[in-house]
């Protein structure tokens, strides 16, 4: 019996995921995965609009019933005294059905972006709206403070904004080293299946998006800083396999990763490019430098990154990963160059 229920919530939840993916052909894409006959799909679908989970559009077309909650804190009234207060009276009783794995990532970067805001932003007020349906969450946080961006530029006096984007790829970047980590946006980023920081007209993110979407969500001179952050409410992923990612057996953050589609328009060829990308990687032990979707890069970059930069720093290792068979070539020559 127990067989027959848990089969069932997994093509329901099945139906969700396609229907969220909008699959305009559910009812026979479920029926052909689970080799059911239609008529089931289609009662376990009215089962879902009973329960208010999805409702239909029109004839063969279906949506995630979404709710969503808005809140807004106040520096004056004492809501950014501390992060407690913030995740307790926005986003926990949200999220205190899902699974306690799920829970502590959602208390854990939650609380250090409201902390960002509290601690650095010199921001009045912070919006936090959360948009869930039955398989995701989004929280977005928006603040009016100096914006993140910027108030890295003009600590670190870099040159550009993209300079201050590209170091927090890196992690272990903070403004306060006293109370701060430098930590907390880094994990973060990686605990969360999206997340994306805009500022200063700028897009931090690990992940792929389209800049069209991304513009509905804030403006691009929008002052301040907007964090948006998404995860699955049934995430099998935890905190501590996150961590232990980036950390030795002591639990000492000693590895990071640069994803170099998100650094760079085009493809980074310069040298100046290269000592960009190598700032402060000597705080690291261990590098991957991620070439996912670049098609080429420039004999200086490569060379004074894999010769230059890794000559001088012969105890860090430098580890690319996802190269093609042009940038894969460029490594191997600049490589063996250093040999002759």
């Not at 995701?136 to 904004?161: E, H, M, P, R």
Request: aromatic share 10%.
């Amino acid at each position: 019996m127990k067989f027959k229920e848990d089969r069932k919530q997994n093509i329901k939840q099945y139906i969700l995921e396609k229907i969220s993916q909008k699959d305009l052909s559910v009812s026979k894409t479920v029926a052909n995965t689970f080799s059911v006959n239609p008529s089931t799909v289609h009662a376990y679908m009215n089962e879902l609009m009973e329960e208010n989970v999805i409702r239909k559009i029109k004839r063969g077309q279906y949506e995630l019933v979404s709710k969503k909650f808005s809140y807004i804190l106040s520096r004056e009234n004492g809501d950014l005294d501390n992060d407690t207060y913030a995740f307790d009276a926005c986003l926990s009783q949200h999220i205190n059905r899902f699974g306690g794995n799920v829970q502590n990532i959602w208390n854990y970067a939650f609380s250090e972006m409201i902390n960002n805001v509290m601690d650095h932003s010199q921001a009045d007020s912070l919006s936090i709206v959360i948009s869930q349906d039955y398989l995701n969450t989004n929280v977005t946080i928006a603040d009016n403070g100096i914006g993140i961006f910027q108030k890295i530029k003009d600590y670190f006096k870099l040159s550009s904004i993209d300079d201050a984007i590209c170091e927090l790829f890196k992690g272990k970047l903070t403004t306060d080293t006293k109370n701060h980590s430098g930590e907390g946006i880094f994990f973060s980023s990686k605990l969360m299946d999206d997340f994306f920081i805009l500022s200063s007209g700028k897009v931090f993110t690990n992940n792929k998006y389209d800049d069209s979407k991304i513009l509905d969500l804030a403006l691009e001179n929008q002052e301040g800083t907007c964090v948006i952050m998404t995860l699955s409410n049934f995430s099998h992923k935890t905190a501590k396999e996150v961590f232990d990612a980036y950390a030795n057996v002591d639990g000492g953050f000693i590895r990071t990763q640069i994803p170099l589609k998100n650094i760079f328009d085009a493809s980074p060829v310069s040298r100046s490019q290269a000592k960009r990308v190598a700032n402060r990687l000597d705080k690291f032990k261990e590098v991957i430098v991620d070439f996912d979707e670049i098609e080429w890069v420039g004999q200086a970059f490569a060379h004074q990154l894999f010769v230059v930069f890794a000559n001088a720093h012969p105890d860090i290792i430098l580890l690319p990963v996802n190269m093609n068979d042009d940038v894969t070539k460029m490594y191997n020559h600049v490589k063996s160059s250093d040999m002759d």
